[in-house]
């Protein structure tokens, strides 16, 4: 008998993480992650699969064991594991066997590292801050006062920054000399990559005058033996991941020149060099995969000798490899599309690739491309047994025309549908408002959708893969076509026999939080809402979020005080009177995202108002703790939304 997928998901699910392929292309190495029911702790150690056979061994044994990357000698793998006070730190291990290495005992630890040519040497990442404690000091007899002299002094999951900045070090694996710091400044430098002869690195900053209110960055090239940094990317006004040509005279970057299009929402691939304007290769019909950094790096981006071009990027909620000639033409998916690729690394003679999959039916596995070929083959299945008796729900993706501009949409069936049956209706929205549902396994929808419910996800104006001006469409508009695009598609299933209109419940964490609680104070057809981590104030939003400033002046037309009758206008709270769905607040406590004053502000406003409504809490938990935060806390969100609409709509 088929299980419905369960919060409890979160212990019984494998996940695999930062694979490298070997250079000669023969051995993968990758991160296996589960969380132990019992301690309540996540587990992770490095994994070596051999594609001759797809044996594996446990390679590490470490507890927190992350981020693989083999030496470019095939000889040796580099990887990431937390110290004593939490600290990640640089460890060694040869593939050789033997034990594994302590590197580095940066007292900033290490965020990213990247090997050498040579394989004798390692560029990593570290946060240099000025006024770090010494490891003995003891608060509670020398309590410490915190000087904010900058905007951005914090930021979401890292906390508390203050003048705290993350530097580029070198670190020589045969030497007994600590890491020289290669980079300095009021600025974060990030994600260096090493020429092709080891004498320069390129890397990624924000050192424009305007960094601490505009969400700019640039590309930098400073030779390894030290010295000034030279910019690279010209006038572009942001740039999310480089790689090197094969001769080392150009860069490949992932940027935007659009100063509200930013290189992670809607990037395109540029080719930068010495002297000359940077050329854009590709259109808005694709968007590159820029990942997130700090938090998440990109993936890998390849320029082989011959002139092509290898990267992952997206198109309407799928994701591809794709591969072009280094002057743009040519532009093909080698493969992909019914999924999202969050991962990639490639061989020496990029002949062979591994991809991270996330299909809607699989919560990810790793693949094995075979290049030349365009072949496919599935290398982990290390959820199958759970899968098996917990099946996915079935997706159905469906299209409608608002305004002249087509909607795509997301449903997701219960087990066991009948046509003939009524079933109640989920509105998931997702976050950013430059997110976007995609092709891949969504655990709440799952644990909705499995439970008993339709379960619908749109992508409004707004949301990224869809192209630069439906990206743009929403500066300046929360509220406003977005909504309308949203309740079209609710209106579209409200025709269809099996949906019951009267039973209607709505979801969204962040934006979608933002989006979820706007519903409500703009429709009463829902019966029950559940607004995780939503921004509620727009003008306290401005002064308290880590990203108020240069988040908030592009999304909503400027400053506060240049603005604030629009800022109070396309507030969720200033409906709050017209509220009669009952109303479930999720916050994290440590969120500097959307920080909790947002959903206290609500919860008070509502309640005054005599409105049906609860605030829950999560404890030490950042915007990202659905993702990175303590595992019995992830588990009771889920809980508590399924919990929430049960008791309403059920």
Known sequence: MPKPITP??????????????????????????????????????????????GQEITFTQGQQDLAPNFSPDGQKIAFLRADEQEQKQLWVIPLSGGEAQKMSTMSGGISEFSWAPDSRRLAIVSDVDP???????????????????????????????????????????????????????????????????GGKLAFISGRREDRDIRFRTEAYVVPTSGGEAERRSGELLSVAALTWSPGGEKLLAIASDDDKANAMWQGFLFVLEPGVDPVKLTDDSIKPAAGFPPLMPAPELRWTPEGRILFLADRRGESFLFEMHEDGSELRPITGGGAMMMALTVDRMAKRAVVLSVPPDSAGDLQLLELTEGSRQALTNQNAQYFAEHPPARLEKFSIERAGTKIECRLFFPPDFSPEQHYPLILDIHGGPHGAFYDTFNPIQQILATSGYLVLGVNPRGSSSYG??????????????????????????????YVDAERL??????????????VVGHTNRFRAAVVGAPCIDLPSFYGTSDIGVSFGEMQWGGTRFENLEEYLKRSPISYAPQVKTPVLLLHGESDHRCPIEQSEQY????????????????????????????????????????????????
């Open 8 to 53: 409890e998901l979160i212990y019984q699910l494998k996940l695999a993480s930062g694979p490298s392929l070997s250079p000669d292309g023969t051995t993968l190495a990758f991160a296996r992650a589960q969380v132990d029911q019992e301690t309540r702790e996540s587990r992770s150690q490095i994994v070596l699969m051999s594609l001759a056979d």
């Open 131 to 197: 006024d770090r404690p010494p490891d003995d000091h003891d608060p509670q007899k020398d309590p410490r006062v915190k000087v904010v002299r900058r905007l951005r002094y914090r930021f979401d999951t890292l906390g508390w920054r203050g003048d705290a900045h993350r530097h580029i070090f070198l670190l020589e694996l045969n030497s007994t000399k600590e890491p020289g710091q290669l980079t300095d400044g009021d600025w974060d430098d990030l994600s260096p990559v090493w020429s092709p002869d």
């Open 468 to 497: 630069r001006e439906f990206v743009k469409a929403v500066l300046g508009d929360w509220g406003g076509e977005d909504f309308l695009d949203i309740m079209a598609a609710v209106d579209e299933l409200c025709r269809r026999p």
């Open 505 to 518: 419940g709505v979801h969204g964490y962040s934006y979608g939080g933002f989006m979820t609680s706007w």
């Open 603 to 650: 919860f008070v406003a509502l309640k005054r108002l005599g409105k049906e409504v609860e605030l829950v809490r999560f404890p030490g938990c950042s915007h990202l703790f659905l993702r990175v935060g303590h595992p019995k806390l992830r588990q009771e969100y889920l809980e508590r939304v399924a919990a929430w609409f049960d008791r309403y709509l059920k």
